[in-house]
């Protein structure tokens, strides 16, 4: 039986108490899986992921990680804290997030140095991840003075370097030129492949049919819609339309108006 390392049973959370962002979602995410959550903007996928990094905790409901419950508490003892950090890496939309230090090298590094690991390992780490994501010659500047995606690939390689078990992506692709998403896309795919599993939140049809087995589509109302096999939910346009997952464009033919939906699912480089 496949080994579930993520068990979340009917979790709520809400923002300052009076926001809600999750009405009752509950789901297994199982070693080694691609799993997409899909959603609009405001249905909730930040949210999800940010509880599954032990980022933020539910207001009711409960969450598994690696068979403990994940709560302030357990996150407050140092050696579990310690294991989760180094078997889970969260790459946030917004990579200023996670790029503070004075070079990108040193971003790279920070992670899996403050977790102990030796620095000959780091070294190398840094080095092979540099040399396989095209930022080696950034490794002597500064993130702030980066395009927003070599600061994305930076952020990617921050959080593989501490070779987490499970990579959490929030919009990975967004505001990427074609190339650098296809690049992306392909470091998900290659670290799905070496056993990784794979949660990644968007609203880009684009690019769910590449990198997920499986979704789960948000709703409105903060819930999961649907789940299931990815082709499957994706040749559900009446499901895509509802959800607002589907492009409308307008166009002229003969001078008159025509509106219809696009899904958009072919990614070209």
Same mark, same amino acid.
């Given at each position: 039986?496949e080994?579930?390392i993520?068990k979340?049973n009917?979790?709520y959370?809400?923002?300052?108490?009076?926001?809600?962002a999750l009405?009752?979602v *509950?789901?297994?995410i199982?070693?080694g899986q691609?799993?997409t959550?899909?959603g609009?903007?405001?249905?909730?996928?930040?949210?999800l992921?940010?509880?599954?990094?032990g980022?933020?905790?539910?207001d009711k409901? *409960?969450?598994?990680?690696f068979d403990r419950q994940?709560?302030?508490?357990v996150?407050?003892?140092?050696?579990?804290s310690r294991?989760?950090?180094?078997k889970?890496?969260f /790459?946030f939309?917004?990579p200023?997030?996670q %790029?503070?230090?004075?070079?990108?090298?040193?971003?790279?590094?920070?992670g899996p140095?403050?977790?102990?690991v030796n620095?000959?390992v780091v070294?190398?780490r840094v080095n092979?991840?540099a040399?396989?994501?095209?930022?080696? *010659?950034?490794?002597?500047?500064? !993130?702030?003075q980066l395009?927003v995606g070599?600061?994305r690939?930076?952020a990617? !390689? *921050? @959080?593989? #370097? /501490?070779?987490?078990e499970?990579l959490l992506?929030?919009?990975?692709?967004?505001? %990427?030129d074609?190339?650098?998403a296809?690049?992306?896309?392909?470091?998900i795919?290659?670290?799905n492949?070496?056993?990784k599993?794979?949660?990644t #939140?968007?609203?880009?049809?684009?690019?769910?049919e590449e990198?997920?087995d @499986?979704?789960?589509i948000?709703s409105?109302?903060?819930?999961i819609?649907k789940s299931? !096999?990815t082709q499957v939910l994706l040749?559900?346009l009446d499901? %895509?339309?509802?959800?607002?997952?589907m492009h409308v464009?307008r &166009?002229?033919?003969?001078?008159? #108006? &025509?509106i219809?939906?696009h899904q958009?699912l072919?990614?070209? @480089?």
């Amino acid at each position: 039986m496949e080994e579930a390392i993520f068990k979340l049973n009917n979790v709520y959370f809400s923002y300052l108490g009076k926001y809600p962002a999750l009405c009752g979602v *509950s789901m297994d995410i199982l070693k080694g899986q691609k799993i997409t959550i899909l959603g609009a903007n405001g249905s909730g996928k930040s949210t999800l992921l940010q509880l599954l990094d032990g980022l933020i905790f539910p207001d009711k409901g *409960s969450i598994f990680a690696f068979d403990r419950q994940l709560n302030e508490e357990v996150l407050n003892d140092e050696a579990f804290s310690r294991k989760f950090r180094s078997k889970v890496g969260f /790459v946030f939309q917004n990579p200023d997030v996670q %790029l503070f230090c004075p070079t990108v090298e040193e971003d790279i590094s920070f992670g899996p140095l403050h977790l102990g690991v030796n620095l000959d390992v780091v070294k190398k780490r840094v080095n092979d991840l540099a040399d396989s994501l095209g930022i080696m *010659s950034l490794l002597r500047r500064s !993130a702030h003075q980066l395009s927003v995606g070599e600061k994305r690939k930076v952020a990617i !390689a *921050s @959080t593989l #370097a /501490v070779d987490p078990e499970v990579l959490l992506l929030d919009e990975p692709t967004a505001g %990427l030129d074609p190339q650098t998403a296809r690049h992306i896309i392909d470091i998900i795919i290659e670290a799905n492949a070496r056993g990784k599993t794979i949660i990644t #939140a968007t609203h880009d049809l684009h690019i769910v049919e590449e990198i997920a087995d @499986t979704i789960y589509i948000m709703s409105n109302e903060k819930k999961i819609a649907k789940s299931g !096999a990815t082709q499957v939910l994706l040749a559900d346009l009446d499901l %895509l339309k509802t959800h607002n997952l589907m492009h409308v464009h307008r &166009h002229k033919h003969k001078d008159e #108006a &025509h509106i219809h939906s696009h899904q958009h699912l072919d990614h070209h @480089t």
